[in-house]
């Protein structure tokens, strides 16, 4: 495995780049940062329609929320393949292609967990803003999604995780990522195929973990900072 490693690690860490496209580990972390940065005010946005006081606004964001969430990532990533050239008139890449799928599932995902978030403050707080006179949009804003966002963090985390794992499944449309890479490293071997893909599941691994530990970091120091203000 240290073999490996030894020789191919540069292909792993940012593909062929500077001779070639950047790929590789580099590839997978401007994906899931991209996806994520997109994801989240999208899901904020989601969110808060599903809480809306018009039904119909509900009924729509609930009606895409639970289509997004009954399809796979997989038949996403294909249709956007397929159907986002179509509107746009115009070829588009597989990174994009990758970012649009991600960006759209993420997002449902997210917006169940904002969602969560926003239904478990007490609602006496919203009626005493609202008594006071302050509008619906300055209470959500102000009073709710800061508590919100703040007790949902946990499962935020776990969805941040989880998105860079799906980065993985850019394969199939060939985009240069780490599993992409990996596999390059494996047709050129040929014969280590365990090494080659042990080696890849413990830098995912490390990737998760470390986001895992710094978000938890993040969480702590805020738990703190609320207890003592």
């Not at 904002?114 to 209470?139: F, K, N």
């Not at 199939?172 to 990996?182: G, W």
């Not at 080696?199 to 969480?219: E, K, M, P």
Request: charged content about 10%.
């Amino acid at each position: 495995m240290l073999d490996v490693l030894k020789e191919y690690w540069l292909l792993l860490l940012v593909g062929q780049y500077p001779h070639g496209p950047l790929g590789g580990l580099a590839m997978t972390l401007i994906l899931a940062f991209c996806g994520l940065m997109l994801s989240l005010p999208l899901a904020l946005g989601i969110a808060l329609a599903r809480v809306s006081p018009y039904a119909w606004v509900r009924g729509v964001s609930k009606t895409l929320v639970v289509g997004v969430r009954g399809m796979p990532l997989l038949m996403l990533i294909f249709w956007a393949y397929f159907v986002v050239p179509k509107i746009t008139g115009e070829a588009i890449s597989g990174f994009w292609t990758l970012i649009v799928a991600l960006v759209v599932y993420e997002s449902a995902y997210l917006s169940e967990v904002i969602r969560a978030g926003i239904e478990a403050v007490p609602h006496g707080q919203v009626e005493a803003s609202r008594s006071l006179g302050v509008g619906y949009w300055t209470t959500m804003r102000k009073v709710v999604l800061p508590q919100a966002l703040f007790n949902v963090l946990p499962s935020m985390t776990s969805q941040f995780v989880s998105t860079i794992k799906e980065t993985s499944l850019g394969y199939v449309i060939s985009v240069n990522e780490l599993t992409f890479a990996a596999n390059q490293v494996n047709n050129l071997v040929l014969t280590k195929p365990l090494q080659v893909f042990g080696i890849l599941a413990i830098v995912y691994f490390l990737v998760c973990f470390s986001l895992s530990r710094g978000l938890g970091w993040l969480d702590l120091r805020i738990r703190r900072a609320r207890a003592m203000a």
